[in-house]
C-alpha cells in the first residue's frame, strides 16, 4: 500500500528572486536529466521506477524553483530532490532491488568491454564482469544511506560536501557510510579472488 | 611507511580521501598497489555499467501542469494532404498572376475557340444550304410550276381518250 510521498524540498530563508538558471526549465531538464534518471536508476534499479522518479523529481523541482536560491549548485538540489523521492518511495514498498540488474546480465558484458584495455584476456574479462556483478551484489544489501552515498559518490561523481547536501548528512557521516559500503564490497570482491 | 595499508586506508584510497603518506606507498608497494586497483577497478567496471545502462531520453513534459506536453498530433496521415491543398490553394492566384505565357496567349487561345465555333456553324450553314440545293436539283420541274405538272398529269390521266 502506497502512502502520500512527502519530499522535503530544500528551501532558503532568505526571500530573493528566483535563480535565473531556472527561467529556461527546458534546458534545465535537457541537461540534468541524465545525471538525475541515472542516480534513480541506479537506486532504484528499474527503468520504468526511475523515470518517474525522475519526472517527479523535475515537476517538484519546477514547483518549487522560487526556492532555489544558487547557493548550492543546481544538480545537488536535483539531485536532493531524488534522493528524498527515492528514500520516500523505498519507505512505501520494497523494491526489488537489482531484480533490473539481475535481468540485465549484459551489463557485466558492456562494462567488460569498457574496461577492455584492463583486462585483455577472456578470462581477465571474465573476471572482471564477475567482480562486477560480486559489487551488485554487495550494494544490494547495503543500508539505504550506504547505498545512496555509495552511488551518488562512484556512479554520480559527486564528491563527500556535494553528497551531504545533497543527503542533508554530516560529511562525517557520509564518509562513515561511504567507507561501510565500500568495506562491504571489498569483503564481497575479496571472497571471490 | 613500511607497513602495508591497512583496511581503513585502502577504502580511504578508492573513496577518494587517501593522505599523501597513503599515496607514496602505493607507488612503491606492489601489493598495495594490486590491493588497491582490486577494488577500484571493481567499483569503477560497476559504476560504468550503470552509466551505461541507465539511459533514457528526457520525456516531453509541460512541467507546470505535470502532464505530457501537447503535441500537434493532429491527424498526422492528413497533414502532408492539407498542407499541399493548402498550398495549391495559395499558389493559384500567384499562378495565374505569374502565368509563364504572355497574357496575350490567353485572349488568343480564347479567340482560336471562338473561331472554331464560328467555322463549325458556317459548315452546319453550308450543309443546310447543300441539302436544299440537292432537294431542288433533284425536282423534275422548278418548284414554282410543280402544281401545274399535277395538273397536267391529273387531267391526262382523265382525258386520255380525247388525245388518242
Not at chain 1, 546480465?105 to 567482480?131: F, I, M, N
Not at chain 2, 516531453?60 to 498526422?76: I, K
Not at chain 2, 496575350?104 to 459548315?123: C, H
Request: aromatic share 8%; hydrophobic share 45%; net charge positive.
Amino acid at each position: 500500500m502506497e502512502t502520500a510521498v512527502t519530499i522535503e524540498l530544500p528551501t532558503s530563508p532568505a526571500v530573493a528572486s528566483p535563480s535565473p538558471l531556472l527561467d529556461d526549465f527546458d534546458a534545465v531538464v535537457a541537461q540534468y536529466w541524465p545525471r538525475v534518471y541515472r542516480y534513480a536508476c541506479s537506486a532504484v534499479r528499474d527503468p520504468d521506477e526511475a523515470q518517474t522518479i525522475a519526472q517527479d523529481c523535475f515537476m517538484k523541482a519546477y514547483r518549487a524553483r522560487e526556492q532555489f536560491r544558487g547557493e548550492s549548485g543546481l544538480a545537488t538540489w536535483l539531485i536532493q530532490i531524488a534522493v528524498n523521492l527515492v528514500r520516500d518511495r523505498a519507505r512505501n514498498r520494497r523494491l526489488q532491488f537489482w531484480k533490473w540488474a539481475a535481468t540485465r546480465s549484459v551489463e557485466a558484458g558492456e562494462a567488460g568491454h569498457w574496461l577492455s584495455d584492463q583486462a585483455p584476456t577472456p578470462e581477465a574479462r571474465a573476471s572482471t564482469r564477475q567482480q562486477i556483478a560480486e559489487v551488485g551484489k554487495a550494494v544490494e544489501y547495503l543500508s539505504g544511506r550506504q547505498r545512496t552515498v555509495f552511488l551518488l559518490r562512484f556512479v554520480d561523481g559527486m564528491d563527500l560536501a556535494e553528497i551531504a547536501s545533497a543527503t542533508g548528512l554530516k560529511e562525517g557521516t557520509v564518509k562513515a557510510h561511504l567507507f561501510r559500503a565500500l568495506g562491504a564490497v571489498r569483503r564481497r570482491v575479496g571472497a571471490i579472488r | 611507511m613500511n607497513q602495508h595499508l591497512t583496511e581503513q586506508q585502502i577504502l580511504e584510497w578508492v573513496a577518494g580521501t587517501a593522505t599523501a603518506e597513503s599515496r607514496r606507498h602505493v607507488e612503491q608497494c606492489a601489493r598495495c598497489g594490486a590491493e588497491v586497483e582490486c577494488l577500484e577497478s571493481a567499483v569503477r567496471g560497476f559504476a560504468g555499467a550503470v552509466r551505461q545502462a541507465a539511459v533514457r531520453p528526457a520525456p516531453s513534459l509541460d512541467w507546470a501542469a505535470g502532464r505530457p506536453r501537447a503535441t500537434s498530433n493532429w491527424m498526422p496521415a492528413w497533414r502532408p494532404a492539407i498542407a499541399a491543398l493548402a498550398l495549391l490553394l495559395l499558389a493559384a492566384p500567384l499562378m495565374f498572376h505569374f502565368s509563364p505565357y504572355p497574357k496575350d496567349i490567353d485572349s488568343k487561345v480564347y479567340t482560336t475557340a471562338n473561331k472554331q465555333q464560328q467555322q463549325l456553324e458556317r459548315e452546319r450553314a453550308d450543309v443546310a444550304l447543300l441539302e436544299q440545293v440537292d432537294a431542288a436539283v433533284s425536282r423534275p420541274v422548278p418548284q414554282p410550276i410543280e402544281p401545274l405538272v399535277q395538273l397536267v398529269a391529273w387531267g391526262s390521266k382523265t382525258n386520255s381518250g380525247v388525245t388518242e
